[in-house]
Structures are given as C-alpha cells and as structure tokens.
C-alpha cells in the first residue's frame, strides 16, 4: 500500500482499485484506462457580489467514465473542494451506478466555496455561471449533474433553468434532483436515506442484529437527518447525532425530531436540551451497533479507528473511510458497508428522475419506493453474493461486481 499520510482522495481512489484487480485481474488494457478520468475541467467564475466587486470561484467537472452510459453525479459546493476530491469522486460513481446496474457513467463536480457566506443572489448567479462555464459539456445524454454536499433542489432547480435558456428548449433531464414542481422525482429528497435505510435492513439480518440496535450519525445534512429519522421510526435508538460544529449524546435515545426543530432553530444539533453532558464527544467512540459516517471524506482513519466501538459501518458518505482504517477494520471482521452501496439511493432515484423526464409521465411516491426497493435489495444480495465468492469484504465485493461491469461494457464498445 502507497504511503498516504495526508489522504489524498484520489490516491485512496486508485488504492481501492488496485486491491480489487488483486482479486479479479481484468483486461490490463482496460484497467489502465480506469487510472485516470477521461476528462476533467477547470473553470473560473466571475460573480459580481452584492457589494459591486467581482469575485472569481473556481469549479471542476470530472468525468471519470462512460462506458455504460453518460457520466453521472452532483456538485458539490464546499471551501475544502480540491481536483483530487473531485476527481476521486467522479471514480467512486462510476462503480457505484455500476454496483446498482443503473445504465449510467460516473462523474462528478465541485465549486471552492462557502455558501453559507453567499447571499441567495451570490449563490443564484454562481450556480448559473457554473452552468454557463461548463454548458457544452452537460446535457441529458453527456453528463447529468445532481445534489452533492451543500447544494439542494433550488440550485439545480436554476442549473436547469439556466441550460434551457442557452439551449432554447425544455431540457428536465439534463439534471435530476430538482424541485417537484419542474420535473423532479417524489422520494428524491429522502432517497439516499431511503436506500441507505434498505441496506441496513439487509446488513443487519446478515449480522443478526436486533431491530432496536444502537446508532450513531456523524453528519445531520440531507442524507444523516432523514436517515437518523427512518432508522427511528422503524425501531433503532439513535443515540449520537453531530454536525461540524460538535457531537449530541444520549444512550436512552436522541429524539430526532425535536433535534430537527433545534437544528433549524439555531442552525446546530449542539445545545440540544435533550443530551446527556458528557466529557467524550467523540462520535466515532460511542459504545453503539452501528456507526454512520454522513459527512465527507477520511473520518475513519488509521489514528482514530482504534477507538471505534461498532459492530458495523455504513458509509452513507462518499469515501468515509482511508484504505488503512479499511484494513485495520477487515482484521477486526467489523463489517463495512461500503460508499458504493450504502448511498446509491441517491442516484438511483436520479436515474429514476430521468427516466419520468424522459417519458413525460411521473409516478407516485409509492411506485418509486417500490422500484428503489427492489434496486437496493437486489444489489445488497448481489454484492453480498460476490463477497461469498471471493471470501472478502464487503468493499471489494461490491467493488468486484462494479469494475468487471466496467470493464465489460468497455471492452464491448472495443475500448481494450
Ligand atoms: N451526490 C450524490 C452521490 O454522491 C447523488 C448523485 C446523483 O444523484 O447523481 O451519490
């Protein structure tokens, strides 16, 4: 294993894939191709601010793959956005539409920036520039760009609204994850959580794990909140949240709702009323079942994993854990649900998205519940089915079954 001290994404990207090809040996060709993204962008950004200046952003656009369909992923807008994130990113969607077998490539974008620094007219006229920047490499059948961190339906509700105006037609599938009222999905608000949700249902028969097992979420953005929500509704005790500003506890169980209203309140789960005052706010050392890190990339790594506690991980952010940690915790047989599984419902109900902007014609919440379902579950077992086969983990059974419909569909377009 390459020394990695800093965590680089990308770096850890490419390790993942290099432990996989250990275990599949695909096409050297092929797999030569998967080192790098097929193309990346750097744009700048002029948005003249609310105080007259100009201020330049930087934005990337990565796009890792598309042998089995048109590149695929969010934006992100954060101040810690980096090429090698981006870049790592756009990789892990690439195996992630393929682990789900959703007919979609991998990609991925991001914007250096803090949005809650932007008033709304700032984010408006830096979420169309970004469109403007990068509109000839967009569409519904090149590259379809989504929700990330930090960015909602509103901006890609103006994304869109932005690409027609350019392209003087209506054009919904050109991005998913938008408002309802413009072409977006029932269910897509909450999908990641959902799909997340059916993966532990699944991961947690295989361990044998009672349905009122103990969690713990690092992160409360869109996907921890809705998911510490289900998770409650359907029995577990959540019994640490926390956000970037600090850690809640509370061993007889958080209620969920009311750290909602608190979070909305004063923009923080911190000073809940609720939570126990303990010394140790230490998520990832909470006594729990489960842990769910929801926030960004490396919060699991080689210092800190010795002081986790869980019997299982599920990754619901992308990349969450460095490959070091990875191994520590195979050693350990704690079981990893991985990235590429555990948050794919997310893009599942994009493609879902697309596929009603196609048709003209929408489904009802239930219909797409049922449909997102049947995906996630069939995926659990084909992942778990593939980790069987190779006496691996999780990470690279998943990772198995995507890279070799990767490299398939590559070498049926002749790319080898
Ligand atoms: N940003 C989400 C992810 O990392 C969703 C991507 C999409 O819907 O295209 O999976």
New binding site residues.
Partial sequence: MKNNNNNDAFTNALEQLREVQELIHIDKNIFAQLQSPQKVLEVSIPVKMDNGQVQVFVGYRSQFNDARGPF???IRFHPDVNISEVKALSAW?TW?TAVVGIPLGGGKGGIIVDPKKLSENELEKLSRGYVQAIYKFIGPSLDIP???VYTDPKIMGWMMDEYEKIAGVHVPGMI??KPLSIGGSETRGYSTAQGAFYVIREAAKKMGLEKNATVAIEGFGNAGSFLAEILQKNGYRIVALSDSKGVIVNYMGLDVDEVKKHKDATGSVVGYAGAEKIKTLNIIAQEVDIFIPSALENSITKENVKNLKAKMIVEVA?GPTTPEADAILAKRNVMVVPDILA?AG??VV?YLEQVQNSYGYYWSEQEVLAKLENIMVESFANVWEEKMRHSTTMRMGAYALAVKRVAQAMKDRGRG
């Fill in positions: 695929k992923g969010g969607m992630k989504a929700p990330d998913t994850g992308n948050n997310g893009v994009s």
